[in-house]
């Protein structure tokens, strides 16, 4: 007797509840995609907005107004014998009555007129003729910046149209300033005062200078504590550590480090370095020795994922060779190991440029109009500066402001494409 086997049953794809189903399915699927990707279109969107907002802020800080004027450098008001001490004030208000001949004899007029030119013209002039004596007796030409409402009004920022009451330049300064734009006497060059004059208390003289160098002695200082200190961490408990209470104690302490507020990191340098120790306030060498303290933690974390990624088979040919401990670590492992250790240090740096909160309470935003000399020396930093200036009253540091942010934006983009170019370049794959 032949025994025939019933065909096997199975769930019924073409039926009404399986084409419901797999709709459903379908359905959310398509709404997973459309959420990331309207998620992705935000956050570019938002990243659009600030990065347009703080470049059409900043781009009328780039350039600077100036003024081309002549200076008879008159030999009864300076001496050759006395430069430093010469009358380079009243040879300012003779080129201004020079200029505008038809106010010459109204002192007040003049006076006026003279506030076109920055406040700080007389030092122009006196250092060019310290800097060539010769220049007594004969005549100066040089371009001097425009005072910062005069600068204003020149980019378009201070609007013509508004009633003289609202404007902070009146319509007779304002026809002086148009006589020297329809001379030709007034240009926009590109601002390089923004890179290598330091901090004024006059819009159209401050500079990033201080805060740039100061952020170069400050990220100097990080590296030289936080990247040996960090790696050598990292590699005694990623290699010499043994595993226990004590090290896995440790271990959750750096990994709760490293979400730790910034600026409980500056409270710390303020009791410690500065209250206890009495190391100088405003200096790089406390600012760096907090922002080490602050990026120890990331650089450990980087450095131990670094040592894990490095095959065990490395450590166990090194053995192999007759290697021991130290050697098989510092000539197999750690080498490999580096180009992650690079990325992650880079990365940290980066960080640290950025951060204001530690540098603030510190004291490394007071107003200095001299670059610093060195770690000990009081100093800014690119952050702080940025802070100073948006807290500033003058229309000028608006524009100022945004200027930094930009500067501070590219040192950051140039600084995550090296660690990029680095990992990439180094990276070994296993």
């Not at 007796?137 to 149209?161: E, H, M, V, W």
């Not at 580096?338 to 309470?361: D, H, K």
Request: neutral net charge; charged residues 15%; aromatic residues 8%.
């Amino acid at each position: 007797m032949t025994v025939i086997d019933a065909p096997a049953t199975g769930p019924d794809w073409s039926s009404a509840a399986s084409n419901a189903n797999r709709r459903r399915r379908y359905a959310a699927d398509r709404r997973l995609r459309i959420y990331g990707l309207t998620a992705i279109i935000i956050a570019v969107g938002v990243l659009v907005i600030l990065l347009a907002t703080v470049l059409t802020g900043g781009a009328s800080a780039f350039v600077q107004t100036r003024v081309t004027v002549e200076f008879t450098i008159d030999p009864e008001l300076v001496s050759a014998d006395n430069i430093q001490r010469g009358n380079y004030r009243q040879i300012i208000t003779n080129a201004v009555a020079e200029l505008f001949p038809e106010i010459a004899d109204d002192r007040t007029a003049l006076t006026a007129a003279g506030r076109i030119l920055t406040s700080n013209a007389q030092f122009f002039v006196r250092d060019a003729v310290v800097a060539d004596p010769s220049l007594i007796g004969r005549t100066l030409t040089l371009a001097i910046p425009a005072s910062d409402p005069f600068d204003q009004l020149n980019k378009g920022t201070i609007a013509r149209d508004l009633p003289e009451e609202q404007r902070r330049v009146n319509d007779r300064d304002t026809a002086l300033f148009d006589q020297l734009v329809d001379r030709g006497l007034v240009s926009t060059p590109f601002n390089w005062g923004l890179f290598f004059n330091a901090d004024s208390r006059f819009p159209e003289l401050a500079g990033l200078r201080g805060a740039i160098i100061g952020s170069f002695y400050l990220l100097l200082v990080t590296l030289l504590v936080s990247v040996p200190v960090g790696i050598a961490a990292a590699i005694y408990l990623e290699e010499f550590a043994r595993r226990g209470r004590w090290s896995r104690l440790i271990e959750v302490n750096i990994n709760n480090l490293a979400a730790v507020p910034s600026v409980v990191f500056g409270l710390l340098g303020l009791a410690v370095f500065i209250n206890f120790f009495g190391l100088p306030r405003s200096a790089p060498l406390v600012g760096g020795l907090v922002l080490s303290l602050m990026t120890l933690p990331t650089i450990i974390i980087v450095t131990r994922a670094a040592l894990k990624a490095v095959p065990p088979s490395i450590r166990e040919a090194a053995y192999g060779i007759g290697a021991s401990k130290h050697q098989m670590v510092l000539h197999h492992v750690l080498p490999l190991a580096l180009p992650g250790i690079l990325t992650g240090t880079i990365i940290g740096m980066a960080q640290a440029l950025g951060e204001t909160a530690p540098l603030l309470l510190v004291g490394m935003n007071a107003f200095l109009t001299a670059a610093p000399g060195g770690i000990t020396d009081a100093a800014t930093a690119l952050p702080t500066q940025i802070y100073i200036w948006a807290d500033s009253s003058e229309r000028g540091f608006v524009a100022k402001t945004s200027a930094g942010i930009v500067v501070l934006l590219l040192f950051l983009i140039v600084m995550n494409a090296v660690a990029i170019f680095l990992r990439r370049r180094l990276e070994r794959t296993w």
